[in-house]
């Protein structure tokens, strides 16, 4: 995409300082455009459909144990979100989070906070959360988006 002929990248990442001691630490929360990763690696969670009477099926989005999968799925997917925007951090590495396993990924929670304590570990959260453009009113409506889409399913 270009506007007046100029093209654009990716947005700048969203620099965070955090003081340790007698250092600043600078993290970098890049902005993360590409999902396509984590879909394959972490399927969204399906409905369960149910018979109604007269013989129609249709999904349940209603149903407890896909409520607390969708939750699970959500989690995974924050937890993704900020393991991928804090990869704009140069010489940042893990300890006990591996890319390759989706289960792994909350130990970054306990990593930062051991490494900056809530508060510090809270800015890093904010700053991936500006990088991303993330706030209460557009995670409503991916939530919404995603329930619709589940109504979709039901009728295809």
């Not at 306990?110 to 700053?127: D, L, N, P, S, Y």
Request: glycine content about 8%.
């Amino acid at each position: 995409m270009k506007i007046r002929g100029q093209s654009f990248d990716k947005p700048k990442p969203v620099s965070v300082i955090l003081s340790h001691g007698d250092d600043n630490i600078l993290i970098l929360c890049g902005s993360v455009v590409d999902y396509d990763l984590f879909h394959d690696m972490v399927p969204a969670p399906i409905a369960p459909k149910v018979l109604k009477p007269g013989g129609k099926s249709e999904i349940n989005i209603k149903d407890e144990k896909f409520l607390e999968k969708v939750h699970e799925h959500s989690k995974i997917r924050t937890y993704w979100l900020v393991k991928e925007s804090l990869k704009s951090t140069p010489d940042l590495e893990w300890e006990t989070v591996d890319d390759e396993k989706p289960d792994s990924w909350g130990n970054l929670e306990t990593e930062m906070c051991a490494a900056f304590g809530e508060v510090g570990m809270a800015k890093v959260i904010q700053g991936v959360l500006r990088a991303n453009g993330l706030n209460d009113g557009l995670m409503g409506e991916a939530r919404d988006s995603f329930l619709a889409s589940q109504l979709l399913l039901q009728k295809g």
